[in-house]
């Protein structure tokens, strides 16, 4: 990836000419003589120039995986200088939301860094192989060439090269296009077939502003997501990996899962979706998880439905009188082809030594029945942060009105937050009354429509709740009149066995008095 030459006695112009020269011709003379020649060209050069070459490749050493680094240095020439070079290459990635300009092979460019000057070249070198059916096979390996003199190299080497990395890294994530990831079934992981994940272009369009929840709750969670996002050096100090864990909680159609998206658009981060029910086994999970990369948010989102992760199992005896045989051969077939996940397998991947593989990542658990969830998954240093959705309040209501029907007030608004007060609906009910149904409806159409309806939700949920309490009462009076019936038989019973006893006494006494 990073070979240095040390090249003495010729200027940096000579030797960048001379060395285009060598990688555009040198791909026509046999591989034998070829490889004897460049071991001499290089010590020829060596001996007569006072430039220092660094040359990072394509790929890495082993071959197979691209390198990082160059493609951090290709991102930050095209940024910075692929400007001013004569022939450009537009590459149109399929990781970058817009079309790359980057400098062609063969090409040439100038940086200027703390008032040194250096050279950049992009090469291309043409290996040809042969196959045992006799086929030629040609790879071709591209690499820059950083060229500088050699009495800036400890500046070059300790500064500039990391300062052309971190750049080159920053301008990736900047251009990349945000994705949603999700987790295929083990048997398509081979490269050939789609990975562990696949994934979507993500443009979901929730952002904080759109998210109906009380204010000051919206402002704690931006808050600490900024603190998290700029804090790889005060979890490196107190030697915490860096990562964050969000329990997303409450009732259906409060917001979690836009919540999530919220977070994505305002830290940019990809999402992977981690459905657990189709992971195998833990060590699956730990394989998802390690190819999960930084700047990301690992969703599994209704953790209680998601696997019985509470690790109890049925007793034997349970079992058997469950089920008669032929259920029991169907049951063993399904919990086959089912997960087989644990609860310590879950813990372990999210927070265990595994965990710390890649920085940067927020994991986040949703779920609509929190009480339900084992305390060893969510207690704080796993679930940091506890976020309840709840029902729609008249500050929720206010920034539904403005998103769907742009409104800051109305005369029913003192009437809506009374009857939100008392009355439990979900921001997603609320969003779908206020949504306008035609272009004849507008907002005063919608918003009396939403009075409306809490209103008849506040009718139905006092119904509700007179039934219950008179299911509950009449509950309580069979369980009274059962309780009173179940003392008046032991009574019955203790009456005739007294009456039993004194009969038995009687016919004694009669017979030992006529004895
Ligand atoms: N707090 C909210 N702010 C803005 N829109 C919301 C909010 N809650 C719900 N919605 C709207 O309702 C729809 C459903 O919400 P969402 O899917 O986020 O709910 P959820 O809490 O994830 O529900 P579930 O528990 O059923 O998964 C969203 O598409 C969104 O339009
Ligand atoms: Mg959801």
């Known amino acids: 990836m990073l070979e240095t030459v040390a090249i003495w006695g010729i200027t940096a112009k000579s030797v960048s000419s001379v060395m285009l020269i060598w990688a555009v011709y040198s791909q026509y003379i046999p591989r034998h003589v070829r490889s004897q020649m460049e071991i001499y060209f290089y010590k020829l050069l060596g001996w007569l120039s006072f430039y220092v070459h660094i040359k990072f490749t394509e790929h890495t050493e082993e071959g197979l995986k691209r390198s990082e680094n160059y493609n951090a240095i290709r991102n930050y020439l095209s940024t910075n200088t692929a400007a001013r070079a004569q022939r450009l290459k537009a590459n149109e990635s399929k990781n970058s939301k817009s079309l790359v300009l980057s400098m062609d092979d063969h090409e040439e460019v100038e940086d200027v860094f703390n008032g040194v000057k250096v050279k950049w070249y992009s090469n291309v070198k043409v290996t040809e192989t042969q196959s045992n059916y006799g086929r030629n096979n040609s790879y071709e390996r591209r690499f820059f060439t950083l060229t500088f003199h ?47 994940w696949s994934n979507v272009p993500f443009h979901h369009p929730a952002t904080f502003e759109t998210l109906a929840m009380d204010p000051e709750k919206k402002e704690r969670i931006k808050k600490d997501l900024v603190k998290f996002s700029k804090g790889k050096d005060y979890y490196k100090k107190v030697g915490k990996a860096w990562k964050r864990g969000y329990l997303l909680f409450g009732p259906p159609g409060t917001g979690k899962s836009t919540m999530i998206s919220a977070i994505a658009n305002f830290l940019d981060y990809d999402v992977y979706d981690l459905e657990l029910t189709t ?36 007793t034997k005896k349970e079992e058997d009188e ?45 779920t609509n029945f929190v009480d339900k969830l084992d305390p060893a998954l969510i207690r704080r240093g796993r679930m940091d942060n ?41 921001p997603a009910d609320v969003a779908e009354t206020l949504m306008p149904k035609s272009d004849e409806e507008d907002a005063d159409v919608c918003i009396k429509r939403l009075v409306k309806t809490v209103e008849e939700e506040k009718e139905k949920a006092k119904k509700l709740a ?50």
Request: with cysteine; hydrophobic share 25%.
């Open 386 to 426: 506890h976020i309840e959705m709840s029902y729609c309040r008249f500050e929720a209501f206010k920034v539904l009105a403005k998103n769907y029907l742009e409104i800051e007030s109305h005369e029913l608004y003192g009437e809506i937050e009374r009857l939100l007060e008392e009355t439990d609906m979900s």
């Open 279 to 314: 992971v195998k086994d833990n060590s699956e999970l730990k394989k998802l998880l390690l190819e999960t990369q930084g700047k990301s948010i690992v969703v599994i989102e209704d953790i209680d439905c998601s696997l019985d992760l509470t690790g109890q199992r049925k």
């Open 322 to 366: 469950e089920e008669d045989k032929e259920k029991k051969k169907e049951k063993k077939k399904e919990d086959e082809k089912k997960s087989k996940v644990t609860l310590s397998g879950l813990l372990n991947s999210i927070d265990g030594l595994w965990s710390a593989c890649s920085d940067e990542k927020i994991i986040i658990f949703t």
């Open 150 to 196: 050699r009495r800036h190299r400890g500046m070059i080497i300790d500064t500039y090269i990391t300062h052309v990395l971190r750049e080159g890294k920053a301008i990736g994530v900047r251009n990349r296009e945000r994705k949603l990831y999700t987790n295929n079934s083990s048997s398509e992981w081979y490269p050939w077939m789609s990975g562990k």
């Open 466 to 515: 007179e039934e219950e309490e008179k299911s509950k009462a009449e509950k309580e009076e069979k369980r009274k009149k059962k309780k009173e019936e179940e003392a008046d038989n032991k009574k019955t019973e203790e009456d005739e066995k007294k009456v039993k006893g004194s009969k038995v006494n009687g016919d004694l006494s009669e017979k030992n008095g006529t004895n």
